[in-house]
């Protein structure tokens, strides 16, 4: 069964960091970029992130530039999402989704080829 699994999200300080690992299994992330995104209780799920099939295109939200870096490892089969210097506003359900181009607005989720099941990431003291 082709999946996407994420995993890594938990509870964090602000200032501190996490690591987001964004996994396919039963098809080749190869062929397919990535993007994340993420969603907050009572808010609308945001584009965060995404990076190019090629890993030559990144795109990253204002509201996580500078802090967050998405790169890929193709022979892991797996596209991380690093996050730095996070805040109480980064807490929300991390997803990840897989499509044909680095794209995270303009979309419709029914068009995105695949997506995880989440991972939750929580910034607080």
């Known amino acids: 069964q082709a999946q996407l699994v994420e995993s890594g999200g938990g509870l964090v300080q602000p200032g501190g960091s996490l690591r987001l690992s964004c996994a396919a299994s039963?098809?080749?992330?190869?062929?397919?970029?990535i993007g994340w995104f993420r969603q907050a209780p009572g808010k609308e799920r945001e584009g965060v992130s995404c990076?190019?099939?090629?890993?030559?295109?990144?795109y990253y939200s204002d509201s996580v530039k500078g802090r967050f870096t998405i790169s890929r490892d193709n022979a892991k089969n797996t596209v991380y999402l690093r996050m730095n210097s996070l805040k109480p506003e980064d807490t929300a359900v991390y997803y990840c989704?897989?499509?044909?181009?680095?794209?995270?607005?303009?979309?419709?989720?029914?068009?995105?080829?695949?997506w995880g099941q989440g991972t939750q990431v929580t910034v607080s003291s």
């Open positions: 989704a897989a499509y044909s181009i680095c794209v995270v607005h303009g979309i419709q989720p029914d068009e995105y080829d695949y």
């Open positions: 990076i190019s099939r090629s890993d030559d295109t990144t």
């Open positions: 039963g098809f080749t992330l190869d062929y397919y970029a």
